[in-house]
């Protein structure tokens, strides 16, 4: 399925700490779930859709990851590492990676850590049809302070609250760490600064109304705590839910 997006950023730099004493060992996008690591469905999500190019940002055992994917060539992509010496944050890894993705019309971001089943087809019209700066996929869950709440009126977004205080349980529709992105999202991001997507760049588009989302995930599964990875070891059923 060729969106016409040709690249695509993941994040895999993480610690893992919430995973340890797994994570001491092994960099946490290479924990395992059906057989293969967390970060090679992401990159596989990747190649479903046309991506040709991947940029992974790396931090901690970033060595580990570039000895198991090399040049990308096993999976039909070409894979570039950007390597952070010091933590940068969601968007500041981003914007480290700025070079790479500023020429672009548009370009896909990933969580490295979760296996998700994304209908970018439908995530790339509302992205056009709305003339959006960012596109985030959306899943409903029991809401257990698990991610960021997003509020929409239609599809454009009025609340994104990555850490809500006082939120009920329930229902709720949360960021499912998959977006669609315009390379107008570097003016956003100031350089040289640890930064967060989530908690400061995203509610800035949210303010002028160049954010929107939809509720297009077949399947999301978290690996970050060994509750999460375990639901996703016995949950996570490839693509195309086989």
């Not at 919430?18 to 290479?30: F, Q, S, V």
């Not at 010496?85 to 850590?113: C, H, P, Q, W, Y």
Request: net charge negative; hydrophobic share 40%.
């Amino acid at each position: 399925m060729d969106l016409g997006i040709k690249k695509a950023f993941i994040l895999a730099g993480g610690e893992g700490t919430r995973l340890r004493p797994i994570t001491y060992e092994i960099a946490k996008p290479l924990v395992p779930v059906r057989g293969k690591p967390v970060l090679q469905w992401n990159l596989e999500l990747c190649s479903i859709f046309g991506i040709e190019e991947v940029v992974i940002a790396l931090g901690y055992k970033h060595e580990q990851i570039e000895e198991r994917f090399g040049n990308g060539s096993e999976l039909g992509l070409k894979i570039k590492y950007n390597v952070e010496e010091v933590f940068l944050g969601t968007a500041g890894a981003l914007k480290f990676a700025e070079k790479d993705f500023r020429s672009e019309n548009k370009f896909i971001m990933l969580n490295g850590d979760e296996c998700k089943d994304i209908d970018f087809v439908s995530l790339n019209r509302t992205f056009e049809q709305n003339d959006a700066t960012a596109a985030i996929a959306l899943t409903e869950i029991d809401y257990t302070a698990a991610g960021g709440i997003v509020k929409t009126e239609g599809e454009k977004i009025v609340n994104f609250d990555e850490k809500p205080r006082g939120e009920m349980m329930g229902k709720k529709m949360i960021n499912a760490g998959a977006y669609i992105l315009s390379p107008q999202i570097f003016d956003y991001i100031p350089g040289a600064q640890t930064i967060s997507i989530e908690k400061e760049t995203f509610p800035k588009l949210v303010a002028e109304g160049k954010a929107f989302a939809l509720p297009c995930v077949n399947q999301f599964f978290q690996t970050d705590t060994f509750e999460r990875y375990e639901k996703a070891i016995f949950g996570w059923k490839g693509f195309g839910g086989i």
